[in-house]
């Protein structure tokens, strides 16, 4: 597995609130004790902090509530069919900026323009959408990435 996905794993395991010795992460990861405390060390850069319990019966804790995506989620079983929208308002959120969409409605005979202050990133089922504050509408709402016919991100002044 990718070391992503290793981490992912090892957080989940940790999840639960007990203690695993440091062999037996190893262990149910196949990997190595050393790629463990290297895990542990990129959890740490990213502000999950594991502690570390000392002695002949020490290994890692998590003391912390982290949200760690499920495991059935699969990148395969993932729609993202246009990763250019995606990488357009992943930025947006990171920069803090707003977003003129062209939104397709439900049954796609009507396109709305919107202008949208996006939050975050979210699943619907098996695809991708993004909870924003929509101007037009004046409250907060959903919208799938499949939806999405243009995004231009608008840019601070």
């Not at 290793?6 to 007990?18: A, D, I, P, W």
């Not at 895990?39 to 502000?47: F, L, M, P, S, V």
Request: net charge positive.
């Amino acid at each position: 597995m990718s070391k992503v996905s290793n981490v992912l794993e090892m957080l989940e395991l940790l999840s639960n609130g007990r203690k695993y010795q440091i062999s037996e992460l190893a262990g149910k990861l196949e990997v190595s004790p050393r790629m463990i405390r290297v895990y542990k060390d990129e959890c740490e850069k990213a502000g999950i902090y594991i502690d570390t319990v000392k002695g002949p019966y020490g290994g890692y804790v998590l003391r912390q509530d982290v949200c760690v995506p499920k495991r059935f989620i699969t990148p395969s079983s993932i729609d993202v069919s246009d990763k250019t929208i995606y990488n357009l308002i992943n930025r947006a959120i990171n920069n803090k900026t707003k977003c003129l969409l062209e939104y397709y409605s439900k049954d796609r005979k009507n396109i709305s323009k919107r202008v949208i202050c996006p939050y975050e990133l979210i699943l619907f089922g098996n695809e991708w959408g993004v909870a924003a504050y929509c101007e037009l509408k004046g409250e907060i709402r959903h919208f799938y990435l499949n939806r999405i016919k243009k995004i231009e991100l608008i840019e601070k002044n």
